[in-house]
T-cell receptor
Framework: DGGITQSPKYLFRKEGQNVTLSCEQN?????MYWYRQDPGQGLRLIYY???????QKGDIAEGYSVSREKKESFPLTVTSAQKNPTAFYLC????????????????FGPGTRLTVL | QQPVQSPQAVILREGEDAVINCSSS?????VHWYRQKHGEAPVFLMI?????EQKGHEKISASFNEKKQQSSLYLTASQLSYSGTYFC???????????????FGKGTHLIIQP
């Protein structure tokens, strides 16, 4: 079955530590995204990538880093510079809309809940 | 520019109807609607791209006004399974649908009671 996987589902880290969240997709989608969700809030865009070896900052990129070495993988590193990292992190992917009249549905993975102790 | 969703919360009895609105101060390229159950990932419902467009499947439909600054989601004869938080995600007109990511509203909590 095609889909997006994220691991781990729950993650605990101590203050000052970096941690990497995994996101893998086998949908052959070109674009991938990372969003952060805080309780009672909508999703906010951290980083996105439209193509391998290229990525762009979203609205709240400070304290985060990403890489896109393979089409199917887009890991997110939460660094010690992120002041308040406790949140629900969601990865998504979509087909590049070029040639498809702009319909660009995003499909989400199950999410990783990060708690800083 | 975060879109504004209204109402913040709705409580309905099974079988009643609901309307959720999503408004932007700027013209939008597209509007995406999602439903999220507690602790789970958002599930895609539909996307609207054209001014005046209306779309729907089963008893859930949506519209996008001519100015492309407001979209409404319509839930007809609600079922218990419709409970959850509904989000609209938007792309601004300048983005041209170039996979730049979505800006989401804060969500509308929908509770369906038996």
């Amino acid at each position: 079955d095609g889909g997006i996987t994220q691991s781990p589902k729950y993650l605990f880290r101590k203050e000052g530590q970096n941690v990497t969240l995994s996101c893998e997709q086998n949908l052959n989608h070109d674009a991938m995204y990372w969003y952060r969700q805080d309780p009672g809030q909508g999703l906010r865009l951290i980083y996105y990538s439209q193509i391998v070896n290229d990525f762009q900052k979203g609205d709240i990129a400070e304290g985060y880093s990403v890489s896109r070495e393979k089409k199917e993988s887009f890991p997110l590193t939460v660094t010690s510079a992120q002041k308040n990292p406790t949140a629900f992190y969601l990865c998504a992917s979509s087909i590049d809309p070029s040639g498809r009249e702009g319909y660009n549905e995003q499909f989400f993975g199950p999410g990783t809940r990060l708690t800083v102790l | 520019q975060q879109p504004v969703q209204s109402p913040q919360a709705v409580i309905l009895r099974e079988g009643e109807d609901a309307v959720i609105n999503c408004s932007s101060s700027k013209a939008l390229y597209s509007v995406h609607w999602y439903r999220q159950k507690h602790g789970e990932a958002p599930v895609f419902l539909m996307i609207l791209l054209k001014g005046g467009e209306q779309k729907g499947h089963e008893k859930i439909s949506a519209s996008f006004n001519e100015k492309k600054q407001q979209s409404s989601l319509y839930l007809t004869a609600s079922q218990l399974s419709y409970s959850g938080t509904y989000f609209c995600g938007t792309e601004l007109m300048y983005s041209g649908g170039g996979a730049d990511g979505l800006t989401f509203g804060k969500g509308t909590h929908l509770i369906i009671q038996p």
